[in-house]
């Protein structure tokens, strides 16, 4: 059996594959956008697990894999054998045993490399406490059709260093950028992620200000990330500095575009005038969920294929 690829964290891939997968990305929402039916993933079946909440993860994979041709299977903790225990192990080896490829919304990464270590199929992150790996897959390749390349451009992290805090760090190693980040006190990446950026890609900051001045791009999150709930009325009081304003979209370049991976709290982490202003690109960000998906899974499954092997069905088959 030939061994699955799996998207566990952005440093799986390469910038070359990365390079790839957003002219691939580029090709098939064009597709999209002029009506032409593209089905090379006729037949497939993606298994969605979530452990948390989603809107935008459910609506991506679940339409993008119908787009793809193939078809998707929602499960969840409460109403599958998962939430009565049954372990990780046990799970994914049924679960890889009658579908195609699986994405996977949970708590700790450990679980998801768990998962992809008995998967008989590709896994791919939907999120984790620690990485949401499609989230800056798309957010990059929103920047890319709005701005051209990454490289060499200066990305601003205002609030708490969450999941997806830590992947564009991640990215930015990956990618060739710099990403400056503005937390407060006690609320800053953890050194183990610090320690595995270089000097050259990652600063950090006390005052927000500081950090967007001059940068290319300004992007946020909730001040309380599912599954930490519990210290709101701590959070509350320690991230009012770290909204991001008129104030803070000034000093950075001016030509900078505002991202959000979604749902925001306005008044909270973004300001309105802000995330529905000009600068703001989070709508095109959330649709690029979608687009980027549909490539990753393309890829996953495919590998690389040419634009002229529409219709065709390669023979790679996990199961
Ligand atoms: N951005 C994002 O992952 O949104 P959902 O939680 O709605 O899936
Ligand atoms: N950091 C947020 C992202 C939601 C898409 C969370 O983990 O809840």
Redesign the pocket.
Known sequence: MIPPRHYLQFKDFNAEEYAYLFRRARWIKDKFKRYETYHPLFDRTLVMIFE?????????FEAGMQQLGGSAIYLNTSDSQLGRGESIEDSAQVISRMSDIVMI?TFEQSTVELFAANSRVPLIN??TNEL?P??VLADIFTFIEHRGPIQGKTVVWVGDANNMCNTWLQAAEVLDFRVHVSSPPGYGPRSERINLVGADRFQLFDNPRDACRGAHLVTTDVWMS?GFEAENEARRKAFAGWCVDSDLMAVAAPDAVFMH???AHRGEEVASEVIDGPQSLVWDE?EN?MHAQKALMEFLLLGRVDEGLDGVRPATNYC
């Open positions: 948390k909440a989603s809107t935008r993860t459910r609506l991506s919304r939907g999120l949401h499609c989230q599912m991976c979604l749902p959330a969920r």
